[in-house]
């Protein structure tokens, strides 16, 4: 009989000292973490694929820099009553919104009038924004923008490492080799695998041995 498993293992740290440093993200380190000096301007805008550290370097910007995650329903309301709080910002998934080409403008303006801070985090470059209000779109121009680039391998063997650790899953390097050579090489597949094989393994009261994830890669391919 199967062993019901429960989620026990739901967070996974958002500290500077978990935080993987590396060539990809060191230019969105060097920015975030010496804040304000190092930025030029009220908003700075941090792009990359997904699972690619952003989520996570915001958050600890957000920490330092005393910002508050601005909701989808604040769109609705006049970006004024953000500033009654003493705080700056951070509006995730920037480019998945549209239509807020004047609230943002408003937004903008107010940042620089009561010398706020904010960082915009996307999926994509500026360039590709869908913004049809000119004045945004200058404004916009003036900020700094930094990719977060995708992981090579040693970089995603640091993180398949943290997200083990993370979530207590007890896996070798040996095994984690294995499994990057035949998943497809990107953050969010390898988190996924790494939980997806800790679940099934708790499941079956197994270990982690690259017999058993060969099972299940050959599995899914059948």
């Not at 700075?44 to 600890?60: F, Q």
């Not at 391998?153 to 899953?169: E, H, Q």
Request: proline share 3%; hydrophobic share 40%; charged share 25%.
């Amino acid at each position: 009989m199967a062993q019901e498993v429960f989620n026990f293992h739901q967070i996974e740290s958002l500290d500077w000292n978990d935080f993987i440093e590396s060539e990809e993200n060191r230019e969105a380190v060097a920015c975030l973490s010496c804040w304000p000096k190092s930025w030029s301007s009220n908003g700075i805008v941090i792009y990359g694929a997904p699972k690619v550290g952003k989520t996570h370097i915001a958050s600890l910007w957000a920490q330092a820099a005393n910002a508050i995650y601005v909701l989808r329903s604040a769109f609705n309301e006049n970006p004024r009553v953000l500033f009654e709080a003493n705080c700056n910002f951070v509006i995730d998934n920037f480019d998945a919104f549209v239509k807020i080409d004047r609230w943002m403008f408003d937004f903008f303006n107010i940042c620089r009038e009561k010398g706020r801070y904010f960082l915009l985090i996307s999926r994509t470059p500026p360039s590709l924004w869908n913004i049809d209000l000119k004045d945004l779109k200058s404004r916009i121009q003036t900020l700094s923008v930094i990719n977060i680039k995708t992981p090579g391998d040693d970089l995603l063997m640091k993180i398949a490492k943290k997200i083990s650790k993370d979530f207590g899953i007890t896996i070798s390097d040996e095994v984690l080799n294995y499994i990057m050579n035949y998943v497809t090489r990107d953050v969010s597949t390898l988190s996924e695998t790494i939980k997806t094989l800790d679940r099934l393994a708790m499941q079956k009261q197994k270990s982690i041995t690259i017999p058993f994830v060969r099972n299940y890669i050959f599995s899914k391919q059948e």
